[in-house]
T-cell receptor, first 117, second 112 residues
Framework: NAGVMQNPRHLVRRRGQEARLRCSPM?????VYWYRQLPEEGLKFMVY????????ESGMPKERFSAEFPKEGPSILRIQQVVRGDSAAYFC???????????????FGPGTRLTVL | QQQVKQSPQSLIVQKGGISIINCAYE??????FPWYQQFPGKGPALLIA?????SEKKEGRFTISFNKSAKQFSLHIMDSQPGDSATYFC???????????FGTGTRLKVLA
């Protein structure tokens, strides 16, 4: 059973460009979460999605950031007009359908390291 | 009130020793407390988790101790090994709210 997959693993963008980060959850998981980790810091929640729905985006910056989880295909975190402060590791996590007590556990992908020049 | 405070920031332990990492929280609604291990360049991997209905949970060399009245929980790594050298994060969540609140991490180094 493959784990959470993220690509690309490393992404370099110049200021003003767009960054697209992709996340495929574990098989059987219908919940996706995005977190951001700045150097030497803990992970900060950004957004929680289910298929075709944004459930909680309270951690997303109001501008330039958006996320989606379409019916088919991976979840996408999109950052428009990137700035140097967006440089960070972005982690995706997934969890199973919330029908059992174990559904609180989130499984993390390897992350995408975004560098903005 | 949403913070999880983690200490120490860094820890050096001799091989075979006990590593202890502490976390404290304020929000009494938190009811799920996982610990994650992260190696450089990798994603966090779940180590062990506990709910507040138990005071201790052990899995191999890893033990979580939970003190509900003090709103504190800690990770103990027994017989620490150089391969345990990593950054450890505690986290907390409220069932149904879906998001984890992470501590700031502890960088553990186990000397051979």
């Amino acid at each position: 059973n493959a784990g959470v997959m993220q690509n690309p693993r490393h992404l370099v963008r110049r200021r003003g460009q767009e960054a697209r980060l992709r996340c495929s959850p574990m098989k059987g998981h219908s919940h996706v979460y995005w977190y951001r980790q700045l150097p030497e810091e803990g992970l900060k929640f950004m957004v929680y999605l289910q298929k075709e729905n944004i459930i909680d985006e309270s951690g997303m910056p109001k501008e330039r950031f958006s996320a989606e989880f379409p019916k088919e295909g991976p979840s996408i975190l999109r950052i428009q007009q990137v700035v140097r402060g967006d440089s960070a590791a972005y982690f995706c996590a997934s969890s199973p359908t919330r029908s059992s007590i174990s559904s609180d556990t989130q499984y993390f992908g390897p992350g995408t390291r975004l560098t903005v020049l | 009130q949403q913070q999880v405070k983690q200490s120490p920031q860094s820890l050096i332990v001799q091989k075979g020793g006990i590593s202890i990492i502490n976390c404290a929280y304020e929000n009494t609604a938190f009811d799920y407390f996982p610990w994650y291990q992260q190696f450089p360049g990798k994603g966090p991997a779940l180590l062990i988790a506990i709910r507040p209905d138990v005071s201790e949970k052990k899995e191999g060399r890893f033990t979580i101790s939970f003190n509900k009245s003090a709103k504190q929980f800690s990770l103990h790594i027994m017989d620490s090994q150089p391969g345990d050298s990593a950054t450890y994060f505690c986290a907390a969540s409220v069932s149904g709210t879906y998001k984890y609140i992470f501590g700031t991490g502890t960088r553990l180094k186990v000397l051979a």
